[in-house]
């Protein structure tokens, strides 16, 4: 690929992810959802709940990621909030998937450790990742809120998520780009009404 080519592929792909993040925010539909799961977060953290992260592959790292910025920090010092990404203990993981099938690894966790009150956000480009669907299926069962970060319509968890954060695109990068733009400002919005 001459160098000219090169620089013109990198343009467009920046310009992709700019349309897309336009495409976002002239959706008032999409901007309320994301409010509402300031809302319910806020909520969650001050009631003494927790907001639980799921994801695989990039939406896993990004899952690692925004539960990062909650137990960890974002902007301000302040304490800790009670979250976490639920592929992070390999050893669970592995037994669990080898035990009862990968698409079972998030659901037993929701089974055990969360209640009623409690937040799970799935990360799934496709909105049809197995063990996601599963998740949800068990959280919705145990009156947790779920919410669904996808892409392309929305997908099996477009039904199962209180809350969708559908990205409008059916390409993978550019959706998530446009989730960690969406979790990043719930980080901040959540931090600055917990911690004003």
């Known amino acids: ?5 090169q620089l013109t592929r990198i343009q467009a792909i920046i310009q992709e992810s700019i349309q897309v993040k336009q495409t976002v925010l002239n959706n ?5 959802q ?5 809302d319910a977060v806020t909520n969650a953290f ?4 927790k907001v639980q992260f799921c994801g695989n592959g990039g939406s896993a790292a990004d899952a690692q990621h925004l539960a990062a910025e909650f137990s960890g ?6 304490t800790a909030l009670p979250s976490d990404a639920l592929h992070c203990n390999s050893s669970y993981l592995t037994a669990v998937a080898n035990d009862y099938g990968y698409d079972e690894v998030y ?9 009623s009150g409690d937040i799970l956000i799935g990360l799934s480009t496709s909105g049809n990742s197995p063990n996601i669907v599963k998740a949800f299926e068990t959280a919705r069962f145990k009156n947790i809120i779920t919410v669904g970060f996808t892409g392309n319509g929305g997908g099996k968890l477009g039904e199962l998520s209180h809350f969708l954060l559908d990205i409008p695109s059916k390409n993978t990068p550019r ?15 959540v931090e600055a009404n917990l911690f004003p």
């Not at 690929?1 to 080519?5: F, W």
């Not at 994301?34 to 300031?38: C, R, T």
């Not at 001050?46 to 709940?49: M, R």
């Open 1 to 5: 690929m001459s160098n000219h080519t």
């Open 175 to 189: 959706i998530q780009e446009s989730h960690i733009m969406i979790g990043h400002i719930i980080c901040e919005l």
């Open 107 to 115: 659901s037993r966790l929701v089974e055990g450790t969360m209640q």
């Open 28 to 32: 008032p539909l999409l901007m309320n």
């Open 73 to 78: 920090r974002f902007y301000k010092n302040r």
């Open 34 to 38: 994301v409010s509402g799961v300031v």
């Open 46 to 49: 001050k009631t003494g709940h």
